[in-house]
């Protein structure tokens, strides 16, 4: 096999020539392609909401270049207004991934050193910050890539759940990058890939993502975990975050927690892929972590169809907190974090 | 709330003026309540194969009437060749519940015994005995109901997976039977009802029959078993059997595995319900039962559309096993088996 293009899935992208933002629109994954253009803020926070762009850095990197879509048009008498609402307004659209706030933080520090420079000054160098962001994320997953394949064995079979692939970040993928990484330095075995319920990022996302890489891998329901696990099929787990706390807890998708409890019982190493912008050391541990609850109708429709009683009403939890125990490492871009996860976060935060 | 009428769902019927066996379609569940006719052993066996009838107690019920419908039109010349084709054809449809070849095996011995007066009046018999079979089954379920009642404490929030409710048997069902018995006790708080992927026989079949019921329950994907349990909102676990071992190993739809390992965790009872029919006493433990891989599709498309891309292959097991030490408790007919399991199946299966 020729060496592939590793990093050819990049699901954001800004249009100097259309001055707007490019989202790819995950919903209709893995039958379109399709292209949203957000010219207004709203588009941005829609498209966040409604998970056409998701994945911790990837709404981070969507945030980022929605502060520069927010200040479209503004003037110098009201872009200060503008950008605060603006922030509010994208700040408001998902509670658990803290990428977003982190983005939003680091935008206004961008904005307020620029601000006196007039409006389209202050935009300018906000979409360069944005597209600097965007590069960085790339690179920083090629990094944690590089990083966690050194904890594969040969033929090593890997399980990864929802989908922390190039489709959840600016490109190249956390937990993905990791399997990439992996795959290309010829230590991997197999992918399960499980199908994360409800909105099938495993089903849709990953295994499209697998495809696309040429990486061997199979589909499984997320209730199969246990029967892989016992009999002998599950030599490693990796998984993305959305935020991991000070203390090394990690909430990430529904399900995760499940996996790493199985994980913890059949001796299967568990690893969390994240950047360092995914720690949040103002969140002490995973009990402060708040947790988005979405629509029952995710649960109860699928594709439109009800596929429950019409009365049926569901509780959706979209993430859950997996404890550091359960843990056996970080792979961050400055190395793999392990316990005790306070002090090694710590130091790895204070790296530059 | 009146009294609700419990038993009034029954998914297996009789019609002596069409001389067939009816059974409700539940892949059409909870849209359609459709009857098959099944005349022919063919009939019987495609709708056990593609789960219009499903559970292992239901299969049994169901397979016995096959017996039945098998010797339709049989001459006394070659009815017995007939009732060895009929049985080996129902026989090959599903290997994980045991309560299958059970039936077979007693409806042998009824054909046995009365082989000798005739195809007419040895079909008659075995008539007679399906019927038997399947009040039975319904009279042991109630039975079951009342000794798992007593397990609950007011308020309890049980989480059920799968169906093992009235449509996985002749009626009242095994899990969802001792549900119903704790509610009219009065000492049901709530129902967590889990999808069960693949098929969603949780999503479909037990909300519809929590709703016929009027027990109060939500609905959760598989995978947010592991965040109820960590949030202290689940008191038990009762879930069905297809095959229970000697050493009480137990095989359940896929996923059950899962949640008894989270239960574990917990500290959260996991109980299985199953009548003396799902132990199979030649079966020594749970590595011994055979589980059933069914056809990747079932995972990849969802209601006849393609959700993962059309290279994606799925591992589908339909079952799994809970090994011996996870189960607080087995429910049967004959009272509440408790470890070590060996001696306290051997006792019951001993009993009259």
Not at 27 to 38: Q, R, S, Y
Not at 97 to 107: I, P, Q, S
Not at 196 to 215: D, F, S, Y
Request: with cysteine.
């Amino acid at each position: 096999m020729s060496t592939p293009e590793f990093h050819a899935i990049a699901p954001i992208s800004w249009s100097d020539e259309h001055d707007c933002l490019l989202l790819l629109d995950q919903t209709l994954l893995p039958d379109e392609e399709t292209w949203l253009h957000c010219r207004q803020v709203e588009d941005v926070a829609a498209a966040i909401k409604r998970l056409s762009v998701r994945g911790a850095p990837a709404i981070g990197v969507s945030a980022a270049y929605g502060l520069v879509v927010g200040l479209h048009g503004a003037s110098d008498d009201d872009f200060r207004r503008r950008f605060d609402e603006t922030s509010e307004t994208l700040g408001a659209t998902r509670p658990t991934a803290v990428n977003l706030r982190w983005a939003l933080e680091k935008g206004r520090e961008v904005f307020e050193a620029h601000a006196d420079e007039g409006v389209e000054a202050c935009r300018a160098k906000l979409l360069e910050w944005a597209k600097d962001l965007q590069s960085r994320d790339v690179q920083t997953n090629r990094t944690m890539g590089d990083n966690g394949a050194h904890l594969f064995q040969e033929g090593d079979r890997v399980l990864t759940h929802c989908n922390a692939g190039a489709l959840a970040t600016a490109g190249y993928g956390t937990a993905v990058g990791v399997i990439a990484s992996a795959f290309r330095e010829g230590r991997l075995g197999q992918v399960w890939v499980d199908e994360t319920r409800p909105l099938l990022q495993g089903a849709r996302l990953t295994a499209w993502e697998m495809e696309k890489l040429g990486i061997p891998y199979r589909l499984v329901t997320d209730s199969s975990v246990g029967a892989l696990m016992s009999r002998g099929l599950v030599d490693r787990v990796v998984v993305g975050a959305d935020r991991v706390a000070a203390n090394g807890d990690a909430a990430n998708k529904i399900g995760t927690y499940t996996v790493a409890v199985l994980a913890n019982r059949h001796g299967v190493p568990f690893y969390v892929a994240a950047p360092r912008s995914t720690i949040d050391p103002r969140t002490p541990t995973g009990n402060e972590i708040p947790i988005e609850i979405r629509d029952s109708d995710e649960v109860t429709a699928f594709g439109g169809h009800r596929v429950s009683p019409r009365e049926t009403e569901a509780m959706n939890f979209a993430f859950d907190v997996t404890p550091n125990e359960l843990i056996a490492g970080i792979i961050t871009e400055v190395g793999v974090l392990e316990a005790p996860y306070e002090e090694s976060i710590r130091r790895a935060l204070a790296m530059d």
